[in-house]
């Protein structure tokens, strides 16, 4: 057979495929837990979700880059992106917030629009106010409705008193989402100057979609006024700042900020901060230089 073999010209075939009858799918039921196959549904779950949702992520990964290119002039790669939205500089519920509208995972505009919804749950799609559709676009740039625009006029009015070097200018959905990737067109990282950029932009974002649904839901739709939007807006950066001021304290050990990040983040935009010690981290009562109305309880909409 072997001489046989090397005599041959051509190769005989061999079937390699297995045969249906001994291909086993699935997983044993005698190996089977019950976490195993929690985990196994979930995840199957997930995929299919995310199936879903990738073209609306991919659509708003590449509004931040744009944004970014375009304010501080570098683009940021997609796993630069999801970093920067876990930074320790974000509060959780932030750090939620970013990951959540930059997964377009929010039930807002098109999101209605499906043919699943009944016709009383497609009119959710539309603003109430300026009748466009009601995504995140529009709630935290574009709606007329009273809140969004006074809150990025504070924020703005803020960030001049700093003085930085990122120039304040009109707001976009990428420059909110993309916020933890601020720096100098220069390329040097200013960090007390950055962190008050990640700190303004998403906090006031944060604020403004936490109104939009105070708005709709607890107020029936009816508007805040311009006092009490003012009001919550200072009160948010004032309890920030207080924040930063006490987890200087050494009782925190490594998970303490230092003095200096904090002096430098909030330099030139304090109220008094000529009468201020240097490091004025030890004094409580250290308030932003921008002042809200008075009555904050009284008069909610208007």
């Not at 944004?67 to 974000?90: C, L, M, N, Q």
């Not at 607890?218 to 987890?247: C, Q, S, Y």
Request: contains cysteine; proline residues 2%.
């Amino acid at each position: 057979m072997a001489r046989a073999a090397l005599r041959k010209e051509r190769v005989n075939y061999v079937n390699l495929q297995q045969h249906p009858a001994l291909r086993i799918t699935g997983a044993k039921l005698s190996k089977m837990t019950q976490g195993l196959a929690y985990r196994i549904i979930k995840h199957q779950q997930t995929s299919k979700a995310n199936a879903m949702t990738r073209s609306r992520t991919e659509a708003n990964l590449d509004k931040i880059k744009l944004s970014v290119e375009d304010r501080f002039g570098y683009t940021p790669t997609t796993e630069a992106i999801w970093t920067s939205i876990r930074h320790k500089d974000f509060e959780c519920k932030t750090r939620n917030f970013l990951w959540m509208v930059t997964h377009d995972a929010y039930w807002t505009g098109t999101h209605w629009l499906r043919d699943s919804m009944k016709p009383e749950l497609q009119e959710r799609a539309t603003c109430n106010e300026c009748g466009k559709i009601d995504d995140f676009r529009h709630i935290l740039t574009e709606c007329e409705s009273p809140g969004q625009a006074l809150i990025w006029e504070l924020a703005g009015s803020l960030w001049e008193k700093k003085g930085g070097n990122i120039p304040w200018s009109f707001i976009s959905l990428g420059d909110v989402l993309g916020c933890g990737l601020a720096r100098t067109k220069a390329n040097r990282i200013q960090i007390g100057e950055s962190r008050l950029w990640k700190i303004l932009i998403s906090e006031s974002a944060y604020l403004i979609w936490t109104l939009h649904c105070e708005q709709a839901i607890a107020n029936e739709g009816i508007p805040f006024n311009a006092k009490l939007i003012t009001n919550k807006w200072v009160r948010m950066i004032n309890d920030h700042l207080e924040l930063d001021r006490r987890i200087t304290h050494h009782r925190y050990g490594t998970k303490a900020l230092a003095n200096g990040l904090v002096i430098h983040t909030w330099r030139g935009t304090l109220m008094n901060e000529e009468n201020l010690p240097k490091d004025w981290t030890k004094e409580s009562g250290v308030l932003v230089g921008i002042t809200g109305g008075q009555n904050e309880e009284v008069s909610g909409v208007g």
